[in-house]
T-cell receptor, first 113, second 117 residues
Framework: AQSVTQLDSHVSVSEGTPVLLRCNYS??????LFWYVQHPNKGLQLLLK??????LVKGINGFEAEFKKSETSFHLTKPSAHMSDAAEYFC???????????FGKGNQVVVIP | GAVVSQHPSRVICKSGTSVKIECRSL??????MFWYRQFPKQSLMLMAT?????????EQGVEKDKFLINHASLTLSTLTVTSAHPEDSSFYIC?????????????FGPGTRLLVL
């Protein structure tokens, strides 16, 4: 069964500085990996996904993530944080043929002006 | 593309009444939809998997007679919370899986906030 680890439940960044959210996964088979963002009282919005194509994935709002199989990681980055980036971020893994998604516990990002 | 809507966005009801939540895939067909529950400051908990034209598959610990799921078409799944009680108050989120055979992506609705008084 697949699983996801997101450390640092709360992350504070200053506006204009880089954002790094770490995600490590465990999967028996070739996984698909996703990052979703959730703003308060909203659903989850897909930021980006890796599905066995290019290992460096670019998403919306300037975010990108790199799939590193040797490190079982899929860290999310953004060069310069914006106030609108304040939200909860979930790293999610899925295995082909398995309906079930495995969610990380989430990173609550606070952007300091 | 890949937009999922939910209705209503929030609902307040009295204890003992039933509440229906709709989940629609607006621009794609979804043979599989999912219902999640999210408690404050926690991740999503899968309640059930809904397959068009067949019975839903419920996760362990989720009462199927309390949370009725119907997936009558390729674009609509409904969750009915029967005889709701205050402990059912929560944020309910649905998702629909992409239509491609190899696409594991789930697209999420905006959620429904249920408050049972």
């Amino acid at each position: 069964a697949q699983s996801v680890t997101q450390l640092d439940s709360h992350v504070s960044v200053s506006e204009g500085t880089p954002v790094l959210l770490r995600c490590n996964y465990s999967s028996s088979y070739s996984p698909s990996l996703f990052w979703y963002v959730q703003h308060p009282n909203k659903g989850l919005q897909l930021l980006l996904k890796y599905t066995s194509a290019a290992t460096l994935v670019k998403g919306i709002n300037g975010f990108e993530a790199e799939f590193k199989k040797s490190e079982t990681s899929f860290h999310l980055t953004k060069p310069s944080a914006h106030m609108s980036d304040a939200a909860e971020y979930f790293c999610v893994v899925s295995e082909y043929g398995n309906n079930r998604l495995a969610f990380g516990k989430g990173n609550q990002v606070v952007v300091i002006p | 593309g890949a937009v999922v809507s939910q209705h209503p966005s929030r609902v307040i009801c009295k204890s003992g009444t039933s509440v229906k939540i709709e989940c629609r895939s607006l621009d794609f067909q979804a043979t599989t939809m999912f219902w999640y529950r999210q408690f404050p400051k926690q991740s999503l908990m899968l309640m059930a998997t809904s397959n068009e034209g067949s019975k839903a598959t419920y996760e362990q610990g989720v009462e199927k007679d309390k949370f009725l799921i119907n997936h009558a078409s390729l674009t609509l799944s409904t969750l009915t919370v029967t005889s709701a009680h205050p402990e059912d108050s929560s944020f309910y989120i649905c998702s629909a899986r992409g239509s491609g055979l190899l696409d594991e992506t789930q697209y999420f609705g905006p959620g429904t906030r249920l408050l049972v008084l």
